[in-house]
């Protein structure tokens, strides 16, 4: 039990499972070979992070919007005069 019905500092942010892992868990609990699983696991490894590939698609974003308020920023200015 918790001291004061205080949770743990981060508890709220804790996944129990990634997908991941939860994929794996339940071909296990389907009677997929352990070896089957570790098999398709490296395969779906070896695509490369999700994370990582979207991450050239959010440097462009952010670089779009850094260039549209200096234009913004310019264009304010070119107007003030």
Same mark, same amino acid.
Request: glycine share 8%; proline share 4%.
């Given at each position: 039990?918790?001291?004061?019905?205080?949770?743990?500092?981060?508890?709220?942010?804790?996944?129990?499972?990634?997908?991941?892992?939860?994929?794996?868990?339940?071909?296990?609990?389907?009677?997929?070979?352990?070896?089957?699983?570790?098999?398709?696991?490296?395969?779906?490894?070896?695509?490369?992070?999700?994370?990582?590939?979207?991450?050239?698609?959010?440097?462009?974003?952010?670089?779009?919007?850094?260039?549209? !308020? !200096? !234009?913004?920023?310019?264009?304010?200015?070119?107007?003030?005069?």
């Amino acid at each position: 039990m918790y001291f004061g019905n205080r949770r743990p500092r981060g508890f709220h942010h804790t996944f129990r499972f990634s997908n991941e892992r939860r994929d794996i868990l339940d071909a296990l609990k389907r009677g997929v070979a352990p070896e089957d699983v570790a098999r398709q696991s490296l395969e779906g490894s070896s695509e490369g992070d999700r994370k990582s590939a979207r991450q050239p698609a959010r440097i462009t974003g952010w670089l779009f919007i850094v260039a549209l !308020l !200096l !234009l913004l920023a310019a264009l304010m200015a070119l107007l003030a005069c």
